[in-house]
């Protein structure tokens, strides 16, 4: 009994943590249980949590993408500017396109190469957010442009930013959406299953008859079509697509994942995970902002919570 | 093996040294557009600027080669330069250089022990480490860039010997000079081949593996951090944005080098030819004239060529095995 405790405790004990702050925020501070905080928290999460989500598998699968931030960047700037040339649907499909393909080049990369381990990854996807970072600055010479200067139609956009059903803002919806599809992916499919056992050992999963070179593309295009839509979904929020709208959020999108209770080590996870992971992310930003914690603190305890996170994994391995 | 074609000899030597042929192709190539690239005075500041990360790179050199990775050196650049700063306003410049150095050991200290001793995954805990660390130095100057007061610390990297020789250059051949020799002709360096070779090997020879590969972190931290003073020193400023690229800018200029991310093969003399050859590069794009972002683009196109190429190497080798 007391072991099982125990075992529950350390599985758990970052999203205790966490989970324990924001409640000792709620009693110090009662702003923060107010609707009007309530609704801010709604709308923050859905960028983080989709880009968080895609994420998800790249970790699951034992690599770390920290290309999303360029992929981000790139795919704002370039459907911003397509709305007026082919249309705002054309603009959507296309942005969403770039993402997938930009996810598809890493994995690319990646498998010819035959850069197995995680530190691998972690640097050629570096690499590729300084590319596609870069693409991004020259394709508007380093302007940030805005949704309100388009001169047709864009009221996709406003309906993604700022539209809603019944109490559920749209962007709450797509992500129930994508959340739903994902989740069914991993659970129910012979490749959502295969990416645990290539994320776990890739020479095993290779043996067992696995198209391991196949399963990394996947995570990967995944990873990128998802940091696409959060692009998207995040650029018609505030309305203004900069050169530099994804940086920071590779580094949030890992901590969401490994709060929820994703090994760093790969080959273990799940997406609904990282939905509370992100989810506690955000409210833990937001409790430490009305706390009056400065947002340079906050990247200290991000660090430490990092840190803490695979320091606590790796007790669980050595068990 | 006996009859080895002549070409498949060249291919072989290209790869082993191909930062030196990377040197070599755009110096040539640099002969031919009219450009100032070939002035002592344009060589010269070149390897003034490329000196504070060719002294990141000695120090983390030495812990690639025992096969961990640091991805904190920026931070820890960004703090050496910050507290000496600070420190300057209250105390002597020599003890504020000193504390500042030594923040980075204090830094690299905790990585070693945290990796080493709980055996965690080095890039995870450092890339922590490298968060941490910036959340710090923009607590400590409000994010703005600060700067020291009085002209004898600026001196420092901005000086020249005899009138020519940048100071930079100079102390960078120094730290040079004595990493090479630790690794070359003490114990604890040629231990660190063992150790990034075959880890538990070493540890059955009798190698204190854990302690001398907890002190490649502290080494790097203090590498790194006296590459922070350099640079604020030259800079007169301070500020918490300074080490963003540091990390991965070094570590692509180590693997292109020569020395594998894989551990147990390389040194930091091709550390500092492979760093050349992103120094080079860099000047001779500004000499051209090419765009900011297309500089972007080609670093990123450069980075994620030589890492890939790294990774394959190392995919062929496994398989002829």
């Given at each position: ?63 770390i ?50 850069a197995?381990t995680q530190a691998e990854g972690l640097f ?196 | ?68 990775i ?51 995954e080095p890039m ?137 991310l894989a ?59």
């Amino acid at each position: 009994m007391n072991k099982a405790l125990m075992k529950a405790v350390k599985e758990y004990l970052v999203l205790l943590l966490v989970l324990g702050l924001v409640l000792i925020t709620a009693v110090i501070e009662p702003k923060f249980i107010t609707s009007g905080n309530m609704t801010n928290i709604m709308r923050q999460f859905g960028p983080l949590i989709m880009v968080a989500m895609g994420m998800t598998f790249v970790i699951i699968g034992g690599y770390i993408d920290l290309s999303v931030a360029g992929i981000m960047s790139l795919v704002a700037v370039v459907t911003l500017s397509l709305i007026d040339p082919i249309g705002q649907v054309g603009a959507i499909f296309v942005g969403l396109l770039i993402g997938a393909a930009a996810g598809f080049l890493n994995s690319l990369v990646i498998t010819r190469s035959g850069a197995m381990t995680q530190a691998e990854g972690l640097f050629i996807s570096y690499g590729m957010s300084v590319l596609y970072g870069g693409t991004a600055l020259l394709y508007t010479g380093g302007v940030t442009n805005h949704l309100s200067y388009i001169e047709s139609n864009y009221s996709l956009f406003t309906l993604i930013g700022s539209g809603t059903v019944g109490i559920f803002s749209v962007s709450f919806i797509i992500f129930l959406f994508l959340l739903l599809i994902l989740y069914i992916f991993q659970n129910f499919t012979y490749t959502g299953r295969a990416i645990c056992l290539t994320g776990g050992n890739k020479t095993a999963a290779n043996l067992t008859g696995i198209n391991v070179n196949r399963t990394i593309i996947i995570i990967w295009t995944i990873s990128g079509f998802m940091a696409g839509v959060s692009s998207i979904v995040l650029f018609s929020r505030v309305t203004t697509a900069s050169p530099v709208l994804g940086k920071g959020f590779e580094l949030n999108a890992i901590l969401a994942v490994v709060v929820g209770g994703t090994s760093l080590k790969g080959g273990k996870g799940s997406v609904a995970r990282t939905v509370l992971g992100a989810m506690l992310v955000i409210l833990l930003s937001n409790s430490m902002n009305l706390l009056g914690v400065t947002v340079y603190m906050q990247n200290v305890m991000k660090g430490l919570l990092l840190i803490l996170a695979i320091w606590l994994d790796n007790l669980k391995g050595r068990r | 093996m006996k009859n080895k074609g002549l070409g498949k000899t060249i291919t072989t030597s290209i790869v082993k040294y191909k930062a030196f042929f990377a040197v070599l192709v755009m110096l040539l190539f640099m002969l031919f557009p009219r450009t100032n690239f070939y002035s002592v005075f344009n060589i010269l500041d070149m390897l003034n600027s490329a000196s504070i990360l060719m002294v990141v790179s000695f120090g983390l050199t030495l812990v690639i080669l025992a096969g961990g990775i640091d991805l904190s050196v920026g931070g820890s650049l960004v703090m050496g330069g910050i507290l000496t700063i600070l420190s300057m306003n209250v105390m002597p410049m020599w003890l504020a250089i000193l504390i500042g150095t030594l923040s980075g050991a204090v830094i690299g200290t905790i990585n070693g022990y945290i990796i080493v001793y709980h055996k965690t995954e080095p890039m995870i805990v450092t890339l922590g480490m490298s968060i941490i660390l910036t959340g710090i130095a923009q607590e400590l100057t409000d994010a703005h860039p600060i700067s020291a007061e009085g002209l004898s610390f600026m001196m420092i990297g901005n000086g020249r010997i005899f009138g020519t020789i940048p100071n930079l250059v100079v102390i960078m051949l120094v730290v040079f000079a004595v990493f090479y020799v630790i690794l070359r002709y003490t114990q604890f360096g040629r231990n660190l081949y063992a150790i990034g070779g075959d880890y538990e090997v070493a540890k059955y020879s009798g190698i204190n593996v854990r302690r001398e590969k907890a002190a490649t972190y502290v080494l790097a931290g203090m590498a790194a951090s006296f590459a922070g003073v350099l640079l604020s020193s030259k800079l007169n400023s301070a500020s918490s944005i300074y080490g963003d690229q540091t990390a991965l800018t070094v570590i692509s200029g180590i693997v292109v080098g020569g020395t594998s991310l894989a551990g147990g093969v390389g040194g930091v003399g091709r550390s500092l030819v492979g760093l050349l050859v992103f120094a080079i590069m860099e000047n001779a794009l500004n000499m051209l004239h090419v765009d900011a972002y297309i500089q972007q683009v080609i670093r990123g196109i450069v980075i994620v060529a030589i890492l890939a190429l790294d990774s394959y190497d190392r995919k062929r080798r496994r398989e002829d095995v």
